[in-house]
């Protein structure tokens, strides 16, 4: 009922719940890290989140996610073969502790500044919080 409410409120028309829900995210959390590092993160972003949430596509298994991300016109081998690589790897351990030591506890955390917003029912709360902040 919470997630109908949201959907309906923000008008997100092309939501669907994924059928493959839950799934195991370390492989597009991993390759989140790779598309940083080859600096086309938020196509990659974009493109999960629209396979994942409107094409309800199985994004833990890495042919599905090649595919989607070759359709999107990203190097989807290269991005998930990366997935593999030390330094991926080391780089979401790094950035996994930082949001443990900074106090967060779930998805979706926003912070600003030092004040933390925890859930997508805070987004207005996120919202008001810059909006002061701009003043």
């Known amino acids: 009922m919470e997630i109908r409410r949201f959907v309906e409120k923000h008008r997100l028309t092309k939501f669907r719940f994924n059928p493959h829900f839950p799934v195991n995210s370390l492989l597009i959390t991993r390759g989140l890290v790779a598309a ?4 086309v993160s938020q196509r990659y972003i ?10 309800g596509l199985k ?7 090649v595919a989607t ?19 991926v790897k080391q780089k979401l351990v790094a950035n996994t502790q930082a949001a ?3 106090g ?32």
Not at 36 to 39: I, K, L, R, V
Not at 72 to 87: I, N, P, S
Not at 113 to 134: D, H, N, S, W, Y
């Open 36 to 39: 940083e590092m080859a600096g």
């Open 46 to 55: 974009e493109t999960v989140l629209a396979a994942m949430w409107e094409d």
């Open 59 to 65: 994004m833990d298994d890495p042919a599905v996610v």
């Open 69 to 87: 991300l070759a359709k999107a016109g990203l190097d989807g081998e290269k991005l998930v073969a990366r997935t593999q690589d030390d330094d």
């Open 100 to 102: 443990v030591e900074r």
């Open 104 to 135: 967060v506890f779930g998805i979706p955390t926003f912070f600003i500044g030092a004040e933390m917003f925890f859930g997508k029912e805070r987004l207005g709360q996120v919202e008001e919080e810059l909006l002061r902040k701009a003043a």
